[in-house]
């Protein structure tokens, strides 16, 4: 119905189109409204004000109060508008088409009821009016992003110190083993946006092996004063 009221809209043509000259707009009823300067979409809601002029017991209305008969009427479910400023005239052009139009408005625009209580067999209802089924009802989505994003730590540290030292006393041998271990595990959770979930190990392990030799001083000077009493033999000995 859109493109139908875009294509008469843009011709700048103030009337009904002739079903003889534009069989392509057979059947389609519209509802124009001209103005003087640029239009918009929200001068063509000016409809809704002639609901209080139009009586649905007597069926009258006068004038352009017409239109509100189309606009209303149970038979047209679809509906399009488009709009146009026709500089060649100066026309403001607000256009609306509707299907299965009833320009004669000659019978009553709806049954009077609750709503929707006469709609065929398999028929919904959406804003009050009967809707064949299969049809969309418009929502508004609720949009809801969770993420659980999981980062696991875990650190272990192993340290082994084996220290060797010269005894002070020769022949004897002393050894010390020192083998700390340390282990440390940390988990941590992190939830962000958007929604997915990632698991990421961390695993550090490190391990060190010292071994520190040494020699005690005293077993350095009892070899000193063994090899100096040799000399001293050996000195005497050649002076025999």
């Given at each position: 119905m859109e493109r139908k009221a875009a294509r008469w809209v843009?011709?700048?043509?103030?009337?009904y189109p002739s079903d003889f000259a534009y069989p392509e707009f057979v059947g389609i009823g519209f509802i124009f409204s001209k103005f003087s300067s640029q239009p918009s979409f929200r001068d063509a809601i000016f409809l809704t004000n002639n609901s209080q002029s139009y009586h649905y017991c007597t069926n009258a209305c006068k004038g352009a109060r017409k239109n509100y008969k189309q606009a209303v009427t149970a038979e047209s479910w679809e509906v399009g508008c488009a709009k146009k400023f026709c500089k060649n005239i100066g026309l403001g052009h607000v256009g609306c088409a509707f299907n299965n139009r009833d320009n004669r408005q000659m019978g009553l625009p709806y049954l009077r009821g609750t709503s929707c209580s006469r709609c065929p067999k398999d028929y919904i209802c959406v804003h009050k009016q009967c809707s064949p089924p299969g049809s969309k009802i418009p929502t508004t989505p609720a949009s809801t992003a969770a993420s659980n994003t999981t980062v696991s730590s875990t650190p272990i540290n192993q340290t082994e110190i084996t220290v060797t030292t010269a005894p002070t006393t020769p022949g004897s041998t002393?050894?010390?083993?020192?083998?700390?271990?340390?282990?440390?595990?940390s988990s941590t959770t992190v939830h962000s946006t958007p929604g997915n979930q990632t698991e990421i190990p961390l695993t550090r392990a490190s391990t060190t092996t010292h071994t520190v030799t040494t020699t005690s001083d005293s077993a350095t000077i009892i070899t000193y004063v063994?090899?100096?009493?040799?000399?001293l033999i050996l000195h005497l000995c050649n002076h025999i």
């Open positions: 843009h011709r700048c043509i103030a009337k002393t050894s010390a083993s020192t083998s700390p271990v340390s282990t440390t595990t063994f090899l100096h009493f040799a000399m």
